[in-house]
């Protein structure tokens, strides 16, 4: 029979490669988990493209704090200069995909608790969970995850079948 071949595991094609792929479905996402977030509210945001589709719709969203492991993200709320926003870099060693990860992200996140985050992921399977081709994000969206009181996971349709090197969580967690 045919087969198709599998993308390697530990593939990352990077945060601008990405950026441009299923834009206006990521921007629908964006607007649905924007529209889950409150004035008030902690959220965190980790590294991705659809997360940062919906830090943008989200820098208008007053007294909102807001944790994040990627510089961009960070960046698209300062540009706002909504001064009534806290924003919280974790630090860390950047990688391809423009996240912070590593011990200072790990210790960071350690510390906090959220009301929610927003999770965007390489891959899911029914049978891998959601998965990362990078040891270093699977750790640091652990991380996330503990330090959230709910997690909402954003990702498009082209993410569904892709497995990554490493597991986050089960798709059960979520």
Not at 60 to 65: A, E
Not at 90 to 110: E, F, M, N, Q, Y
Not at 118 to 135: A, Y
Not at 151 to 168: F, M, N, R, S, Y
Request: hydrophobic share 50%.
């Amino acid at each position: 029979g045919a087969t198709t071949n599998a993308a390697p595991t530990s593939r990352e094609p990077g945060f601008v490669n990405k950026l441009s792929l299923e834009a206006a479905e990521k921007q629908s996402i964006a607007a649905a988990a924007a529209a889950m977030v409150k004035p008030g509210m902690s959220i965190a945001l980790n590294s991705g493209t659809t997360t940062f589709a919906l830090a943008a719709q989200c820098t208008g969203i007053n007294d909102l704090t807001v944790v994040t492991n990627s510089p961009r993200i960070a960046e698209a709320f300062y540009a706002a200069d909504n001064a009534s926003q806290n924003i919280i870099l974790t630090g860390g060693i950047r990688t391809i995909s423009d996240a912070l990860v590593g011990p200072l992200a790990l210790s960071a996140l350690g510390q906090l608790h959220v009301d929610v985050l927003f999770l965007g992921v390489h891959g899911m399977t029914v049978e891998d969970g959601f998965t990362t081709p990078n040891m270093l994000e699977a750790q640091t969206n652990q991380a996330f995850m503990r330090a959230a009181a709910r997690q909402v996971v954003v990702a498009d349709h082209t993410k569904w079948g892709i497995t990554g090197l490493c597991q986050i969580a089960a798709l059960s967690v979520v």
